[in-house]
Each structure stands twice: as C-alpha cells, then as structure tokens.
T-cell receptor, first 112, second 113 residues
Framework: AQSVTQLDSQVPVFEEAPVELRCNYS??????LFWYVQYPNQGLQLLLK??????LVKGINGFEAEFNKSQTSFHLRKPSVHISDTAEYFC??????????FGAGTRLFVKA | DGGITQSPKYLFRKEGQNVTLSCEQN?????MYWYRQDPGQGLRLIYY???????QKGDIAEGYSVSREKKESFPLTVTSAQKNPTAFYLC????????????FGNGTRLTVT
C-alpha cells in the first residue's frame, strides 16, 4: 500500500540557517510528489511538485526539493530560512488516481 | 479570484446534533474532497467526488455524509454517529486526477461538546 513518512515531527532552526525536511514514500509504481505548507488555522498551499523530468524541483518562497527514486525520498530544503517560514509542512504522494496520501506533517519553528 | 470557500470558519455544536459544513468552489474543477485534520495525524480522506451526482467513501467515512448536486458545491454533514467529531475540516478540489495538485479552502474548525 502507498504511504508517506515524514521523518521529523518538529524541526527547530535559527533564522538564516539552512533547513531540510525529510520525506520518504513507498510506492511500487510511478508517483507524483508534492509539498504543501500550512499556516495556523488556514488551508494548505502548494509549495512545489514533482511530476517527471528533472529531479530537482524549485518552488515558491525559495524552497526546493530533490526526488531520489533509489532512496524513495523527496526531501524539502531551503538554504536560509526566515521567521515567516514558521509553519507546518506536508509531503504528499499520488500514483495517478483520485486519492492523494499525506504524511503526518513537520512543524518548522524558526527562531530569531 | 478563483478559489474554494468554506463556511463557517468556526462551528460549535452540542453532542447528538448533526451539522453541515459548506464548501463552494469557482475553479470549475471536477473533483472535490473532504479531509479531516487532527494534530500529528496529517490529513485523512473522508469522502471524494469525481463528478456531479457521484461520490466515494474515503478512509474514514463512518459518521459522515456528503452530496454533490452541483459541480461547485460539496457539503459535508457530520452526523451524531461520528464518535469524535471535533476536528479541523478541509475541503479541496482539482481539475482531474493525480498530476494536478489539490487546491484547499481555509478550513472549518468544528467543536462538539
């Protein structure tokens, strides 16, 4: 069965430091991968997506992610975080049907 | 601007009452979804609809019901049979299947006491 695992429930980091949020997926078929961000009491917004092609995907707000098929990973990175990046981040996967599977989320805390 | 509107933002109900959450989209998307969000559990799929007058159960459909009479509307009813209804409910839509990302509303926080 398809599943998405976010390896860290919380990630504290200082402002202007780099950050990596880890995501692993399990799927026996081709998969589409997404990262979403959620600010408090709001819905989810798309950060970036991997559909095919280049394994390095760039998104909004300076985030990027790398698709690694051999390690079944899709880690999210940002070279320098801001206070405003404090939010919850969700990794999600879809194998081409109507159902998208979400990870449990990673809370990013950016400290001054 | 196109988007998804969920109302109300906050909803309070007494145990034993049914309650309906509204979701309207003007994105002309065929597929619509309801998710439930609880702390530390990510998003769990309640129901989804691929087309008007058709819907399927998701992973946690027990105690919930939906209808899809119009393309733009997908209301969710939380019935008294739902054992633990207090949660944050998110509605989403997208044009078709897997390649398209989901577009989300801003959610409804339901508290049942």
């Amino acid at each position: 069965a398809q599943s998405v695992t976010q390896l860290d429930s919380q990630v504290p980091v200082f402002e202007e430091a780099p950050v990596e949020l880890r995501c692993n997926y399990s799927s026996s078929v081709s998969v589409y991968l997404f990262w979403y961000v959620q600010y408090p009491n709001q819905g989810l917004q798309l950060l970036l997506k991997y559909l095919s092609g280049s394994t390095l995907v760039k998104g909004i707000n300076g985030f990027e992610a790398e698709f690694n098929k051999s390690q079944t990973s899709f880690h999210l990175r940002k070279p320098s975080v801001h206070i405003s990046d404090t939010a919850e981040y969700f990794c999600a996967a879809n194998t081409g049907g109507f159902k998208t599977i979400f990870g449990a989320g990673t809370r990013l805390f950016v400290k001054a | 601007d196109g988007g998804i509107t969920q109302s109300p933002k906050y909803l309070f109900r007494k145990e034993g009452q049914n309650v309906t959450l509204s979701c309207e989209q003007n994105l002309n998307h065929d597929a619509m979804y309801w998710y439930r969000q609880d702390p530390g559990q990510g998003l769990r799929l309640i129901y989804y609809s691929q087309i008007v007058n058709d819907f399927q159960k998701g992973d946690i459909a027990e105690g919930y019901s939906v209808s899809r009479e119009k393309k733009e509307s997908f209301p969710l009813t939380v019935t008294s049979a739902q054992k633990n209804p207090t949660a944050f409910y998110l509605c989403a839509s997208r044009p078709g299947q897997g390649r398209s990302p989901l577009h989300f509303g801003n959610g409804t926080r339901l508290t049942v006491t």
